[in-house]
């Protein structure tokens, strides 16, 4: 069924098109914010008059003239320069409403074109638990979502998890020498748990040169596709994922996770596509890109690192 908004866009816009013959002119029509305006307001007078060179006022009386008689409407009414308000009969808003809501789809018209709509929302961090940014990113994008597929488009709901970088170096090496058993499955433990070790690991990066290193040297692995990095990796996003999921079952939200780490395996190729292009530099072992107007304090510039001297990535 037609909405109430195009069926009077559609009315008004044949009135104009047989009163003036301008055939490419859609009515302009806006529901009103005020109930002493009516239901809907027609504001082209103002736009024909300029095109026409005639008073706004009288093209919009010309409408009206012709729009009266029509059963659904009560009551048509020119104000100020040329708007024209109008007033819906109770009678055609009650038979109106009467079929929406025997409507599945409650007045909402099939679409004219399907599109691909990504919605991406949530994307929390792998072993932290979500805070209220993500809840609501988590509630508006889900809302989002079911909109579009209730209009009929083919959506995709994104979650862009933080899953990938020197944190995990991080957390992998403390648990290594920590908890262990976390690691191997022998233990079992929630996201809440893996939160604190976050921040104990955190802690010793920050105080611990050695720590750090080794740290570093884990995330080489883990970028490296190291067979225990990766399983190490795994097991601490799938307690996240754990921790995730008791909340989207509560909200009842769905969604097609695709993290940070999805893209590591493009990196190499990006690193040689800047190589090829010839404006890649090797700066104390680091591959770097040097953009202009981007320099330090004391004038030297300031290096884009896309592959670190132990080849890891940024």
């Known amino acids: 069924m037609q909405n109430l908004s195009t069926l009077i866009q559609n009315q008004a816009t044949a009135i104009i098109q047989e009163l003036f013959s301008v055939q490419e002119l859609l009515a302009d029509i806006t529901q009103s914010t005020q109930e ?3 239901h809907y307001q027609c504001n082209s007078a103002m736009k024909l008059a300029k095109l026409l060179g005639q008073n706004p006022r009288k093209i919009a009386e010309q409408i009206v003239e012709k729009w009266e008689g029509d059963p659904r ?5 020119v104000a100020g320069p040329g708007f024209i ?30 599109k691909k709509i990504i919605v991406e929302f949530s994307s929390p961090n792998v072993a932290k638990e979500l805070h209220v940014g993500h809840l609501r990113s988590t509630i508006i994008g889900e809302s989002l979502a079911r909109l579009f597929e209730f209009l009929g488009h ?33 233990k079992k433990t929630d996201l809440s748990s893996l939160m604190n070790w976050y921040r104990a690991s955190k802690k010793l990066f920050d105080a611990d040169p050695d720590f750090k290193k080794r740290s570093q040297l884990q995330v ?20 996240s994922r754990q921790g995730f999921q008791e909340i989207y079952d509560v909200l009842k939200v769905t969604l097609t ?13 990006v690193v040689a596509d800047y190589e090829k292009k010839g ?31 132990d080849g890891g990535y940024n």
């Not at 709901?157 to 191997?184: A, C, S």
């Open 36 to 38: 002493q305006f009516g």
């Open 73 to 77: 409407i009560e009551k048509l009414e």
């Open 85 to 114: 308000n109008i007033t819906l009969t109770p009678d055609f808003l009650s038979q109106e409403l009467t079929q929406v809501a025997a409507d599945s789809r409650l007045g909402v018209p099939p679409l004219e074109k399907r």
């Open 154 to 186: 083919d959506v995709l709901r994104l979650n862009h998890i933080g899953d990938w970088g020197t944190q995990f170096g991080m957390l992998i090496t403390y648990l290594k020498e920590k908890e262990p058993d976390v690691l191997t499955g022998a």
């Open 220 to 239: 080489v692995r883990l970028q490296g596709g190291e067979k225990e990095a990766i399983a190490a990796w795994e097991r601490i996003c799938e307690i």
């Open 257 to 269: 996770e695709r993290g940070e780490s999805f893209y590591n395996p493009m990196l190499p190729q």
């Open 279 to 309: 404006i890649l530099e090797i700066s104390d072992g680091a591959k770097c890109v040097f953009l202009e107007g981007f320099k330090s304090k004391d004038g030297m510039p300031l290096p884009l690192i896309l592959q670190k001297s």
